[in-house]
């Protein structure tokens, strides 16, 4: 079981690199993250703004942090 799990970590590293790397570049830098955004941004439902690649990144980032917990644990 542990050899299984540890291969599906494997695929979802590899997965995870693939999605980070294909998504586009922004050109705000740190900028968004002190203040950049306006009170209408945090207002509205973030979730629906995400493109797909983003929200396949949320989703596989979570599964990749719940095996690697998992490969610790076990």
């Given at each position: 079981?542990?050899?299984?799990?540890?291969?599906?970590?494997?695929?979802?590293?590899?997965?995870?690199?693939?999605?980070?790397?294909?998504?586009?570049?922004?050109?705000?830098?740190?900028?968004?993250?002190?203040?950049?955004?306006?009170?209408?941004?945090?207002?509205?439902?973030?979730?629906?703004?995400?493109?797909?690649?983003?929200?396949?990144?949320?989703?596989?980032?979570?599964?990749?942090?719940?095996?690697?917990?998992v490969?610790?644990?076990?």
């Open positions: 079981m542990k050899t299984a799990l540890a291969i599906v970590h494997i695929l979802l590293c590899l997965v995870l690199i693939s999605v980070v790397l294909m998504q586009h570049r922004k050109q705000g830098g740190f900028g968004g993250l002190f203040g950049g955004g306006s009170q209408a941004d945090v207002s509205s439902n973030q979730w629906q703004r995400f493109t797909a690649l983003t929200k396949i990144t949320v989703v596989v980032t979570v599964l990749f942090m719940l095996t690697s917990v490969l610790v644990v076990s």
